[in-house]
């Protein structure tokens, strides 16, 4: 679900290294989940995405890792580059509510070259 | 390739002056439409959606409307702008509902 937070969490890792960026959703019900990165000023970029009967999808450089039982939801980012550095955040969406999809505030990735 | 179409970028308008940001895709035929709004620190909060011209849901009851003129056009209005209307108003577009969606730049909106 959504935080009402001001301040999003920050991830600081040194460029090369692997980064994980989590996300926990809110309703059991969900059965789709998507991750979006956002460079400052821009619209948010698919990246990757997982339905429910998987528990793991990997891309280039990127897997997701889907935890069910805790609701959780996980993006990572292999050999991560200064390009990498942006906002990441998950949405959720359920079948039954085709247009309605439930994004959390973000993550704050900073790449240090 | 399909592309999705935002305008203006950026825009500072008086508290009660109207609004109208635009939005087109190009690339695809009857997609889903969607007007998010993004306040700094928060997520996307989902304004209205369309599944076709002339179809518009409300998700949050405000000063705004959308409407959808063109299988391809997508338009956010307000009659009299508010200082909480300030924000990044993005729009996006899916093949079917419930599919990703993908959003186009956006545009930074200042009421003063």
């Known amino acids: 679900g959504e935080s009402v937070g001001l301040h999003l969490p920050t991830l600081s890792v040194q460029e090369g290294d692997n980064s994980i960026i989590n996300c926990a959703y809110s309703?059991?019900?969900?059965?789709?989940f998507i991750w979006y990165k956002q460079e400052s000023g821009k619209g948010p970029q698919f990246i990757i995405d997982?339905?429910?009967?998987?528990d793991k999808r990997q891309g280039q450089r990127v897997t997701v890792l889907l935890n069910k039982t805790v609701k959780h939801l996980s993006l990572q980012i292999a050999a991560t580059q200064p390009g990498d550095s942006a906002v990441y955040f998950c949405a959720e969406g359920r079948s039954n509510t085709g247009n309605q999809f439930y994004f959390g505030t973000g993550t704050s990735l900073t790449v240090i070259p | 390739s399909q592309t999705i179409h935002q305008w203006p970028a950026t825009l500072v308008q008086p508290v009660g002056s109207p609004l109208s940001l635009e939005c087109t895709v190009e690339?695809?035929?009857?997609?889903?439409l969607y007007w998010y709004r993004q306040a700094a620190g928060r997520g996307l909060q989902l304004l209205f959606y369309s599944v076709g011209i002339g179809q518009i849901s409300s998700e949050v009851p405000q000063n705004l409307s959308a409407s959808r003129p063109q299988d391809r056009q997508f338009i956010l209005s307000s009659k009299k702008l508010l200082l909480s209307d300030s924000g990044f108003y993005l729009c996006?577009?899916?093949?079917?509902?419930?599919?990703?969606?993908?959003f186009g730049p956006g545009t930074r909106l200042t009421v003063t």
């Open positions: 690339g695809t035929s009857n997609p889903n």
């Open positions: 309703n059991s019900a969900s059965d789709y």
């Open positions: 996006a577009w899916s093949a079917h509902p419930g599919d990703e969606q993908y």
């Open positions: 997982i339905r429910s009967n998987m």
